[in-house]
């Protein structure tokens, strides 16, 4: 059973349907001993970094990530909260990542877009999480600010900077991305996610 963390942010119907097309049994919860008894955690996410980590810290549940055993996923806000911090409301976050995040900046001469929104492609994958998915694989992406590169980057993309798509500490893993968003693809991944 994958607990699907709800601290009300936004993409939980998506990420619900996404683990529904590929069989997996899942339920939403912000109960601390369901997510403690659960197989795999998935932290998903749409929103801002400070009230996101507000939202977990009401719930009680920052230790209660922090001191998972199983595979969690952290899928795009979700991901940027097991970082250190977040430029996006001067967050302090989980710090289970040994990076920040920080903001892109627009550029018009280069054509850099903030929010950086649509299909990107991911490199310099390696990580049991992309098995079977080649370099420069395309996936979708929605968000304003990513994490900087460090030892723990899986995967890289770039939006006028070269920036960390996926991240993974032991038992943590998590994406920029939306694998729920993108496809084929996306549903490789989360069944890869299945098998750690």
């Not at 601390?32 to 929103?47: F, S, Y």
Request: hydrophobic residues 40%; aromatic residues 8%.
């Amino acid at each position: 059973m994958i607990a699907v963390v709800d601290y009300d942010t936004g993409n939980l119907r998506s990420v619900c349907n996404a683990l529904g097309r590929i069989g997996a049994q899942y339920c939403v919860t912000s109960d601390i001993e369901t997510i403690r008894a659960a197989e795999r955690v998935l932290l998903p996410g749409v929103g801002e970094a400070s009230s996101a980590m507000e939202k977990l810290r009401e719930r009680g549940l920052c230790d209660v990530i922090k001191g998972l055993t199983q595979p969690v996923l952290g899928i795009c806000i979700g991901m940027q909260l097991m970082c250190r911090s977040s430029e996006e409301g001067n967050a302090a976050c989980l710090g289970i990542f040994d990076t920040a995040v920080r903001r892109f900046e627009p550029d018009r001469e280069s054509g850099v877009k903030v929010p950086h929104m649509g299909w990107n492609s991911i490199g310099s994958l390696h990580s049991p999480l992309f098995e079977g998915i080649a370099d420069g694989a395309f996936v979708y992406f929605v968000h304003s600010y990513a994490p900087d590169l460090c030892d723990e980057c899986i995967a890289v993309s770039a939006n006028g900077r070269t920036f960390a798509a996926a991240l993974a500490k032991g038992n943590f893993y998590g994406t920029q991305f939306h694998p729920e968003k993108s496809g084929d693809i996306g549903e490789a991944i989360l069944r890869n996610f299945l098998k750690l």
